[in-house]
């Protein structure tokens, strides 16, 4: 999974806060103080429905766009391509979770112990 840049960022999170489907127009509008032409956000809501972020369905002659996965799903697939990257899973898992505060760790613990009651 390819990381977002900027402006791709900046209209996924404005995906992300809401729940219904927006028009190119209902997005532009929500990013309003960046003063992007309407075809700007059409290009990037097209670029990130090609790299599968988003999907789109026809409402009249307009697209409907919603995020393909939740924030914190695109994160994870994020942290899951970082690891493919390292020749040492266990190294860089072990650095990330000697990296992240005690609350954090903790979070991660119980995480750990719900999906091992899945398991079983």
Known sequence: MNRLGDLERAVMEVLWQREDALTVREVGRDLAERDLAHTTV???????AKKGVVRRTRDGRAWRY????????????????ALEQTGDRD??????????????????????????????
């Open 66 to 81: 919603r995020p393909a996965a939740s924030r914190e799903a695109y994160v994870a697939e994020l942290m899951f391509d």
């Open 42 to 48: 059409m290009t990037v809501l097209d670029r990130l």
């Open 91 to 120: 190294a860089a898992l072990t650095r990330f979770a000697t990296s992240i505060s005690g609350e954090e760790a903790e979070v991660l613990r119980r995480a750990l112990l719900d999906a091992e009651r899945r398991e079983t």
